[in-house]
């Protein structure tokens, strides 16, 4: 074998193994491709849904579909445009659980008595409150529509008593506004541990439009309790009277 041969031999044996690396290059790069191809179909097919899902405003749908496709296919075209929306879609969702929630917490009754129908809405105070030692307990506040009694407001303890016979004044505060004195008194009876607001039409109007209504009241255990209700579910339709 010449010498020529001999070089052209050894020039064979010493690009094999480079043709061999890159043609597993490039069957890798093929693969990548397919693979990333595949992924944004898959992450379109999840685009569409989410997208279906915000046409109608259902926006847990549409929250639940964006978290699985950024999940599932992060760095593709379809979860960039996606997450441009996602903000969006997130904040509209936890706005509709939070008026689900708070709606969910008025309670209301319609009961027939003397003289026809009486109507009530009632929620509990956010924290349980101890006013007299004997441990945390809940607190409500009542609007109530009589046909023979009329309209009053009033809050009820489960323990305790208010400090509020023949009258007092109670502090009201709407959110974060300043504090309001309202008139307030505690019949003389044992049937309910109730202090009724005076002025029930003006508590009213101002539950309306706001998020929390604090009453801070005094206590025959001596100070005073405050009582934080989380207002803004109120449907005043429910009291139609009032206005």
């Known amino acids: 074998m010449t010498s020529r041969h001999l070089l052209a031999t050894a020039l064979l044996a010493?690009?094999?193994?480079?043709?061999?690396?890159?043609?597993?290059?490039?069957?890798?790069?093929?693969?990548?491709?397919?693979?990333?191809?595949?992924?944004?179909?898959?992450?379109?097919?999840g685009e569409r849904d989410f997208e279906a899902a915000v046409a109608v405003e259902n926006w847990a749908l549409a929250k639940a579909q964006a978290d699985v496709l950024?999940?599932?296919?992060?760095?593709?075209?379809?979860?960039?445009?996606v997450r441009a929306k996602f903000d969006d879609v997130a904040a509209k969702g936890e706005a509709l659980r939070e008026t689900a929630r708070t709606q969910a917490l008025w309670i209301y009754n319609t009961a027939n008595v003397e003289g026809g129908e009486q109507l009530s809405a009632a929620i509990y105070a956010k924290d349980n409150i101890d006013v007299d030692g004997?441990?945390?307990?809940?607190?409500?506040?009542?609007?109530?529509?009589?046909?023979?009694?009329?309209?009053?407001?009033?809050?009820?303890l489960q323990?305790?008593?208010?400090?509020?016979?023949?009258?007092?004044?109670?502090?009201?505060?709407?959110?974060?506004?300043?504090?309001?004195?309202?008139?307030?008194?505690?019949?003389?009876?044992?049937?309910?541990?109730a202090m009724f607001i005076d002025d029930e039409r003006a508590l009213w109007r101002l539950l309306d439009g706001a998020k929390t209504v604090s009453i801070e009241f005094p206590v025959k255990a001596g100070g005073t309790r405050t009582a934080v209700f989380e207002v803004a579910g109120l449907d005043r339709a429910k009291l139609p009277k009032w206005g």
């Not at 945390?136 to 009694?149: M, N």
């Not at 709407?174 to 541990?193: F, L, S, Y």
């Open 70 to 81: 950024l999940a599932r296919y992060p760095d593709t075209a379809a979860a960039e445009r």
């Open 134 to 156: 004997t441990g945390a307990k809940r607190v409500q506040l009542i609007f109530r529509d009589h046909p023979s009694w009329g309209r009053s407001s009033y809050l009820v």
């Open 14 to 45: 010493a690009l094999l193994p480079l043709t061999a690396c890159q043609d597993r290059e490039a069957q890798a790069a093929a693969q990548a491709q397919a693979q990333a191809a595949a992924a944004e179909t898959q992450a379109e097919a």
């Open 159 to 193: 323990a305790g008593d208010f400090d509020c016979v023949p009258s007092c004044r109670v502090n009201v505060r709407v959110d974060d506004g300043e504090p309001r004195r309202m008139a307030a008194n505690r019949p003389q009876t044992d049937e309910a541990i």
